[in-house]
């Protein structure tokens, strides 16, 4: 089945760094892919739609300038952290639909730790 | 503007006995509504969806869920837990497809109990 490929599991970084988040789409070309974040012990706040080759579509309240989307082929976006802080440690995930009309495959998320 | 509600955070159940989780929704437009379950530290894995046609969904481990739009629900069950059910259940709705954003609740933690 298809298979939505995210990297890395988990990562630590220190305040002030970037950091970047890959999703790829492992056996279909995913031309939306949506990015989610979740804190302890509660539901997916989807963060931002990414669309191949345009620019990402990003919820209200979510800055843009620092959850960085680059949507720049059919099977891989990428989510950069830009400055981080403690507060945006979270556990991100990222879900990909193809052409058709299947369900959404979701990535296995990527546990940020920012110290 | 689409939401889900999700009664109950936590519910708890014996092995064997029947398992209920609860949702309902709100939609401007006929909804596409799905289930997903999480364990720790993993992403969401889907466990069923209902688009259009029969109002009871099979889906898979033996979970299944009837919609019903007088209720707007959509309520998961499965007949006989098993301790491999236990994880975090999220219900969504999609009001542009299968594939397009989906708005989850808040989630229900089923532990099941031996």
């Known amino acids: 089945g298809a298979v939505v490929s995210q990297h890395p599991s988990w990562v630590i970084c220190k305040s002030g760094t970037s950091v970047k988040i890959e999703c790829r789409s492992l056996?279909?070309?995913?031309?939306?892919m949506f990015w989610y974040r979740q804190f302890p012990k509660q539901s997916l706040m989807l963060m931002a739609t990414?669309?191949?080759?345009?620019?990402?579509?990003?919820e209200q309240g979510v800055e843009k300038d620092k959850f960085l989307i680059n949507h720049a082929s059919l099977t891989l976006s990428t989510l950069t952290v830009t400055s981080a802080h403690p507060e945006d440690s979270s556990f991100y995930i990222c879900?990909?639909?193809?052409?058709?009309?299947?369900?959404?495959?979701f990535g296995n998320g990527t546990r940020l730790t920012v110290t | 503007a689409q939401s889900v509600t999700q009664l109950g955070s936590h519910v708890s159940v014996s092995e064997g006995a029947l398992v209920l989780l609860r949702c309902n929704y709100s939609?401007?437009?006929?909804?596409?509504l799905f289930w997903y379950v999480q364990y720790p530290n993993q992403g969401l894995q889907l466990l069923l969806k209902?688009?259009?046609?029969?109002?009871l969904v099979k889906g898979i481990n033996g979970f299944e869920a009837e919609f019903k739009k007088s209720e707007t629900s959509f309520h998961l069950t499965k007949p006989s837990a098993h301790m491999s059910d236990a994880a975090e259940y999220f219900c969504?709705?999609?009001?542009?497809?299968?594939?397009?954003?989906?708005?989850f609740g808040k989630g229900t933690l089923l532990t099941v109990n031996p």
């Open positions: 969504a709705v999609s009001e542009g497809g299968s594939n397009y954003k989906l708005t």
């Open positions: 939609s401007s437009v006929p909804p596409y």
């Open positions: 209902y688009t259009t046609g029969a109002t």
């Open positions: 056996d279909f070309q995913a031309t939306t």
């Open positions: 879900s990909a639909g193809d052409r058709g009309n299947s369900p959404l495959h």
């Open positions: 990414s669309n191949e080759g345009s620019k990402a579509t990003y």
